[in-house]
């Protein structure tokens, strides 16, 4: 797909529902005694396969018209063994919580995923797990495919995280539903919530505690679930990319309505705030037990480089990629320190940021765990290139938002991978303005 100077960016951009929230909306509706009832959930391929995955293990999951699902869960500890193997395809999401789900029951699954997730660690998960007596077989390093023996009569565990990361402490809440007694995680710096909200929100017996140590979640193993309604939000990392195009495209002034403001999500916007970009955040009020606000944004050509806080990675870990597009078009430096979880997302997303835009014409810095990148001032991206995306959507949005304001066209050589998070990016940003063509 090839992406070209685009005009102003005008009109609403009504992005899907967020992608964490969907998943676990159906894995927890598949671990409850009831009928769950999702609107907004994100018809992303990712999310399709946690729901057929829900239904392998036993649940009943329904779809009744665009957004608009149900599932009938089975309840904790009662999944099915499943009768093939479990193909999360490009989901590192869905594995990983899937695994922890069932990591208490005495089945066994075999996970598969396409050549991205396959190449992903999951060490990070099955260790944990192996205190409740979960096994686990997988290729090596820890990866896919990989076979996983639930534990009988796990009894719950106290695990101090060694990464931050929601997926990891998900899988870890997820398995110790099962398990008897307490389970308590550990998290010295906080990530996404939505496990924890929404657990308490179907039931749970569930407590954080901030302390010194950081936050303590402390799960009463074996409730009972009940079913819910749950209303997903928009997501904040999809709104991402027409937020960053409108500030990039010259005259741009667009709308965004109803995106989720989840403290443990939006380091994206309070980043781009601090860089000068004119993003106003119109009537905040809550929906589904998310605070959500609509964005007003108009194209900033003052924006300036910044140093990026390292503890503010986990509030933006998907949003670096199109950050570092922004900070292209800005003036001076951006410097991102303590990112070296990117490496091991669907694709190294520092690597490939970093090739991508160097062949755009941008000066890029960068080590392990850093990126620097050293703006060009709007419009002073030459562009002309065509950037490997490594079935990885970020990248692929990346690269056509910077499209839209490089001088030249930019081209990405697999947009395919856009459909598992943001199967109508196409349609919405070309109905805001933007010029995609495909080849
Ligand atoms: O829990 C989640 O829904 C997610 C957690 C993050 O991954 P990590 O937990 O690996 O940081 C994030 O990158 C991913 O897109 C979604
Ligand atoms: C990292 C991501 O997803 P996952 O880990 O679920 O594959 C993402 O969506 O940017």
Redesign the pocket.
Known sequence: MTSRKAGPLKGTASVPGD?SISHRSLIFGAMSIGTTKVTGLLEGQ?VLDTAKAMRAFGATVTQHGPGDWSVEGVGVGNFVEPADVIDCG?????VRLIMGTMATSPITATFTGDAS?RKRPMGRVTEPLAEFGTMAYGRKGGRLPMTVVGASDAKGIRHTLKVASA?VKSAILLAGLNASGETVVIEKEPTRDHSERMLVGFGANLTVDKTKEGHVITLQGRPSLRAQTVAVPRDP?SAAFPVCAALIVEGSDIFVPGVSQNLTRNGLYITLVEMGAEIEFQNPREEGGEPVADLRVKFSGNMKGIEVPPERAPSMI?EYPILSVVASFATGKTVMRGVKELRV??SDRIDAMARGLEACGVTIEEDEDTLIVHGMGPGGMPGGATAKTHID??IAMSFLVAGMASQQPISVDDASPIAT?FPIFESLMTGLGATLTQG
């Open positions: 992608k990712d490009n989901s590192g999401t869905g997730l997926q990392s998907d997302k669907e959507h970020r998070s």
